[in-house]
C-alpha cells in the first residue's frame, strides 16, 4: 500500500499541479501581497488628477454671477444706463391774424407838417395800394414823427397794414385810447398824421391845386 502524496493518483496538501480536485490557474485568486498593475495604477492617477483640475477650474465660476457681455466688450453689470426723463410741454395756442383787405380799411390822411400836398401825396399813393382814402385834410398840430390812429378796437390790425404800406416802424401805431389831432374823423378807420419823416419822401414835386396845406 502506497502512502498518501507519493502516489500519481493523488496529490498532497502542497501539490500545485493539476488535478481533478483542485481549481485550475486561471480561477485562482491573486496573492494578496502581489503588487497591481502598472498600466491600471497610472490610469487611476491620471483620472483623479484630471478631476481635481477640472474642479478647480468650474469652482470659481459657479460662485460667482455670470456677467453679460455687450458691444464693445464691456459687461452690462458696469453700464449705467442714463436717467430718461419725459417732460410734458403744455399746448400752446396760436391765433392766426387774417390781414384785412385793403379796400375795407378806410384812411383818412392829416397833414401836420408846413409843407403843401404832402397829405394829398400819401392819399393817392395809399389808393394805389388798394386802400379805400378819404379826402386829406390837415391836422391841429405839427409834428416831426409821423403817427396813426385808429378809431375803434378792432382797427388796431388795419392800422399796422396802413403803417407796413408807408414802411413806418409798428411803434408808430398809437393806442386805441389815443385821440388823432384831427377835427373830424368822420368814416375813417384809420388816421395817418404826416410828420416830417413822411414829408421828406411824399413831398410833391410842383405845386399843387389842392387845398392849402392837404
Partial sequence: MSEPGNGS???????????????????????????PERS????G?????????VGILLLPSATRSPLAVVQGGTPAAARQEPNSTTTSLPARSTTTTTALAPAKIHVLVANATSVNGVAGSVTTFLGGK????LTAVNALGKLTASQI??????????A???ASAL?????TVQTAAAKPPVSSAAGASVIVIVGSDLAT??????TTTTVKGH
Avoid: M, Q, W
Avoid at 491600471?40 to 490610469?43: H, I, K, S, T, V
Avoid at 388798394?130 to 382814402?133: L, N, P, S
Fill in 201 to 206: 419822401r411824399f413831398a410833391p414835386a410842383s
Fill in 149 to 158: 390812429y385808429f378809431t375803434t378796437a378792432g382797427s388796431g390790425a388795419a
Fill in 167 to 171: 414802411e413806418l416802424a409798428p411803434a
Fill in 45 to 53: 492617477v491620471a483620472i483623479v488628477t484630471l478631476g481635481v483640475i
Fill in 130 to 133: 388798394g386802400f379805400a382814402t
Fill in 9 to 35: 493518483g493523488f496529490g498532497g496538501p502542497y501539490d500545485v499541479s493539476g488535478g481533478s480536485g483542485h481549481e485550475s490557474a486561471g480561477s485562482h485568486p491573486h496573492d494578496p501581497f502581489e503588487p
Fill in 160 to 162: 399796422s397794414e396802413v
Fill in 40 to 43: 491600471g495604477l497610472a490610469r
